[in-house]
């Protein structure tokens, strides 16, 4: 057991021998809880250098050794579920020196990533995808005929969401010739029941009973009420010890649950498993954080650490300045505000709870909060529900979950006008978690659909108030707000409705107008004071403000759009809409994300590399205006 995280290289000779899964399998069985200490205490020495997620890595340390040993990667097939669980599979998958760089701008991805290594079978950022993906590539080696074995690890929640059950479906519906390993941590589908149920499990996996249970079952089924009685008590006898029964109904052959952590049981228990035709289900309980104690003790605090620095010995001084909240921090209070004033306001995140900021919601107000577990679009629908009878959900959703309950968005919420406020958390670039994880597209998915009130605060406080705005607001509207702290605006306590579809003057200028939407503002204002340029802070992205659109339009030469946001279909997609359908000829630059998926690194590096930092957006307005002024030239000396 581990309760400190190591400062210097721990020595880790098994380890460092391995550069390729094959040289794992050049070791004895009796080799391998060796191997599997120092690849843990390596995980804590590398995460701490770099930080990142490590509490799901340290929980899967000997399936990661078990599978990589059993199988014949990267030949053999294993799609990993969630992502955040693969830090062991990178380190043997011969990663294990680039770990410190882990995501850091061009170094490894925190999660699978198929163009980084070959051993990475499927990208991986979004939950429950991985049974859907290794179906996928299971029938891909039948109707090929390669001889190739397929393995599906998910866990960490992630088969709460219905695409997971969905695929377990097919998977039966098909035969096919694949694993699933359900990852229990016990931070999601049940508690670890004891030593009886290894011990069946043991018997369950074992070739001797499943040569019984096929021998048994062609003699039998030739007298079907014998075969009857007797599938019945099998499934009494494996009910009666193990939570097994409904795989079972969906046509797996469940195993388990065994101890993740016992490294022979798990050998044994998969090296027979392997062998088994059709679809197969093994349970394993592990515990999140496992050989960490302070991690074991707090699985969700230690999900993920930052780098550790080095303290110097002697702290310097440093001036005393107020912490500024997270956006997040901003919608927990506004939440905890308004419940005190609307007993019919009802909190509902799909999984989200403390990424969001509801900690101190649920537990003021813990029947109106409703964590359903990593079902995004079971979450929209279910806000639709409560809005259909009277009440006002607010769903806190991060912006790439949203992406998944966008059918449910439309269809159960818009096209019915339903009263439901999104507070969409990690809009724009999310750094070090990269593209899986980026909210890039919510305004270009959000303002092309009916009903829908849409706002983009550049601020804490205009968070605050358009939070207000939009749970006062009839029908469904969405304030997207990032990761992170702001600029440190002044939050005042008092909420105001703000008029649905205007923006404000921030600074008054000549020749170029910059049209805000969203939290690029600061960035914005030092670039406007060197050009002189007009701010407009947009705040509604739908409805747009037209009145001051046609207004800048007017006294200006060049439109600028700028949001961190896809510019296709983004809000300056909208403004130029808006302009052409009233005739209006004018120079507009839309400054947004490119139409590119943006790797991970720093986020204010990342916004520096689109351009979209003070100095990128004064150079793409000054790079126009050299481009207009050249125009303009050109056009005089042909007059003359």
Not at 33 to 46: I, K, S, V
Not at 294 to 299: L, N, T, Y
């Given at each position: 057991?581990?309760?400190?995280?190591?400062r210097?290289?721990?020595s880790t000779p098994l380890?460092?021998?391995i550069d390729q899964?094959?040289?794992l399998r050049?070791?004895d069985?009796v080799q391998?809880p060796?191997?599997?200490n120092e690849?843990?205490e390596?995980?804590?020495?590398?995460v701490?250098?770099?930080?990142?997620?490590?509490g799901?890595?340290?929980?899967?340390?000997e399936?990661?050794?078990a599978?990589?040993y059993?199988?014949?990667?990267?030949?053999d097939?294993?799609v990993?579920d969630v992502?955040?669980q693969?830090y062991?599979?990178k380190i043997?998958?011969?990663?294990r020196?680039?770990m410190?760089g882990?995501r850091t701008?061009?170094?490894?991805?925190g999660?699978?990533?198929?163009s980084?290594?070959?051993y990475d079978?499927?990208?991986?950022g979004?939950s429950s995808?991985s049974?859907s993906a290794?179906?996928?590539m299971?029938?891909?080696?039948r109707?090929?005929?390669?001889d190739?074995?397929?393995?599906?690890?998910?866990?960490d929640g992630?088969?709460t969401a219905g695409m997971?059950?969905e695929?377990?479906?097919?998977s039966?519906?098909?035969?096919?010739?694949m694993l699933?390993?359900?990852?229990?941590n016990?931070?999601?589908?049940?508690?670890n029941?004891?030593?009886?149920n290894t011990?069946?499990?043991?018997?369950?996996?074992?070739?001797?009973y499943t040569?019984?249970r096929?021998?048994s079952?062609?003699?039998?089924s030739k007298?079907?009420?014998?075969w009857?009685?007797a599938r019945r008590?099998?499934?009494?006898?494996?009910?009666?010890?193990?939570?097994?029964?409904i795989?079972?109904?969906?046509?797996?052959n469940y195993i388990?649950p065994?101890d993740?952590?016992?490294?022979?049981?798990?050998i044994?228990t998969?090296?027979?498993?392997r062998?088994?035709?059709?679809?197969?289900?093994?349970?394993?309980m592990?515990?999140?954080g496992?050989?960490?104690?302070?991690?074991?003790?707090d699985p969700?605090?230690?999900?993920a650490?930052n780098k550790?620095?080095?303290?110097?010995?002697?702290a310097p001084?440093?001036?005393?300045?107020g912490?500024?909240?997270?956006?997040?921090?901003?919608?927990?209070?506004?939440?905890?505000?308004?419940?005190?004033?609307?007993?019919?306001?009802?909190?509902i995140?799909?999984?989200m709870?403390e990424g969001?900021?509801?900690?101190?919601?649920?537990e003021?107000?813990?029947?109106?909060y409703?964590?359903?577990a990593i079902?995004?679009?079971?979450?929209v629908?279910l806000?639709?529900?409560?809005?259909?009878?009277?009440?006002?959900?607010v769903v806190?959703i991060?912006?790439?979950?949203l992406?998944?309950a966008?059918?449910?968005?439309?269809h159960?919420v818009?096209l019915?006008n339903?009263?439901v406020?999104?507070g969409i958390?990690?809009?724009?670039l999310?750094g070090?978690?990269?593209p899986?994880?980026a909210?890039s597209?919510?305004?270009s998915f959000?303002?092309?659909?009916?009903?829908m009130?849409?706002?983009?605060?550049s601020?804490?406080n205009?968070t605050r108030q358009?939070?207000?705005?939009g749970?006062k607001f009839?029908?469904?509207a969405?304030?997207r707000?990032p990761r992170?702290?702001?600029?440190?605006?002044?939050?005042?306590?008092?909420?105001?409705?703000?008029?649905?579809?205007k923006g404000i003057?921030?600074?008054?200028?000549?020749?170029?107008?910059?049209l805000?939407?969203?939290?690029?503002?600061?960035d914005?204002?030092?670039?406007?004071?060197t050009?002189n340029?007009?701010v407009a802070d947009?705040?509604?992205?739908?409805?747009?403000d037209?009145?001051?659109?046609?207004d800048l339009?007017?006294?200006h030469?060049?439109i600028?759009t700028?949001?961190?946001?896809?510019i296709?279909g983004?809000?300056?997609a909208?403004?130029s809409?808006y302009?052409?359908?009233?005739?209006i000829?004018?120079p507009?630059?839309?400054?947004?994300l490119?139409d590119?998926f943006?790797?991970h690194?720093k986020?204010?590096d990342l916004?520096?590399?689109?351009?979209?930092?003070t100095?990128g957006i004064l150079?793409s307005?000054?790079?126009?205006l050299?481009?207009?002024?050249q125009s303009v030239s050109?056009?005089?000396s042909?007059?003359?």
């Amino acid at each position: 057991m581990f309760t400190e995280i190591p400062r210097s290289r721990p020595s880790t000779p098994l380890l460092d021998g391995i550069d390729q899964t094959a040289d794992l399998r050049q070791l004895d069985d009796v080799q391998l809880p060796q191997l599997a200490n120092e690849l843990r205490e390596y995980l804590l020495y590398c995460v701490g250098q770099s930080g990142g997620h490590f509490g799901a890595g340290l929980g899967v340390v000997e399936l990661t050794v078990a599978l990589h040993y059993l199988y014949n990667t990267p030949d053999d097939r294993i799609v990993w579920d969630v992502g955040h669980q693969t830090y062991p599979h990178k380190i043997l998958t011969g990663r294990r020196e680039q770990m410190h760089g882990i995501r850091t701008q061009d170094g490894l991805a925190g999660f699978p990533k198929r163009s980084e290594s070959e051993y990475d079978t499927f990208g991986v950022g979004h939950s429950s995808t991985s049974i859907s993906a290794a179906l996928g590539m299971a029938l891909a080696a039948r109707q090929q005929g390669i001889d190739r074995k397929t393995v599906a690890v998910i866990g960490d929640g992630a088969m709460t969401a219905g695409m997971a059950f969905e695929a377990l479906t097919h998977s039966a519906h098909v035969e096919a010739d694949m694993l699933v390993i359900l990852n229990d941590n016990q931070m999601s589908i049940s508690h670890n029941s004891g030593g009886l149920n290894t011990y069946f499990s043991k018997i369950w996996a074992s070739k001797a009973y499943t040569n019984l249970r096929a021998g048994s079952k062609s003699v039998l089924s030739k007298i079907p009420q014998a075969w009857g009685v007797a599938r019945r008590i099998e499934e009494s006898m494996k009910g009666f010890v193990a939570p097994g029964v409904i795989f079972e109904e969906l046509g797996f052959n469940y195993i388990g649950p065994i101890d993740g952590h016992d490294l022979p049981t798990l050998i044994s228990t998969i090296r027979n498993m392997r062998e088994l035709p059709g679809p197969q289900l093994l349970h394993i309980m592990t515990q999140k954080g496992k050989g960490f104690a302070p991690a074991e003790k707090d699985p969700v605090g230690y999900h993920a650490i930052n780098k550790i620095e080095v303290k110097p010995s002697v702290a310097p001084a440093q001036p005393a300045t107020g912490k500024k909240p997270k956006y997040q921090k901003v919608f927990g209070d506004w939440l905890c505000d308004t419940a005190k004033e609307d007993k019919l306001l009802i909190g509902i995140t799909p999984a989200m709870g403390e990424g969001s900021g509801m900690i101190e919601f649920s537990e003021q107000f813990p029947d109106r909060y409703h964590d359903v577990a990593i079902a995004e679009q079971h979450a929209v629908t279910l806000a639709a529900g409560m809005a259909c009878d009277g009440l006002k959900p607010v769903v806190a959703i991060y912006s790439t979950f949203l992406q998944r309950a966008y059918d449910q968005l439309i269809h159960d919420v818009a096209l019915q006008n339903l009263d439901v406020l999104f507070g969409i958390d990690r809009a724009g670039l999310v750094g070090e978690d990269g593209p899986t994880h980026a909210g890039s597209f919510d305004l270009s998915f959000l303002r092309c659909i009916p009903n829908m009130l849409v706002m983009a605060p550049s601020d804490e406080n205009e968070t605050r108030q358009l939070l207000y705005t939009g749970f006062k607001f009839k029908g469904p509207a969405a304030v997207r707000y990032p990761r992170g702290t702001g600029p440190g605006a002044v939050i005042e306590q008092a909420m105001t409705e703000l008029e649905i579809g205007k923006g404000i003057i921030r600074r008054q200028g000549k020749s170029v107008a910059i049209l805000n939407f969203g939290t690029l503002l600061a960035d914005a204002m030092p670039a406007a004071e060197t050009l002189n340029a007009t701010v407009a802070d947009m705040r509604f992205v739908k409805p747009l403000d037209q009145q001051m659109i046609l207004d800048l339009a007017s006294s200006h030469d060049l439109i600028v759009t700028l949001e961190e946001n896809a510019i296709a279909g983004g809000a300056g997609a909208g403004v130029s809409e808006y302009l052409s359908s009233q005739g209006i000829d004018i120079p507009v630059l839309h400054l947004g994300l490119p139409d590119t998926f943006i790797d991970h690194g720093k986020h204010q590096d990342l916004l520096a590399a689109c351009g979209l930092n003070t100095s990128g957006i004064l150079h793409s307005i000054e790079q126009r205006l050299e481009i207009l002024n050249q125009s303009v030239s050109a056009r005089e000396s042909k007059r003359l």
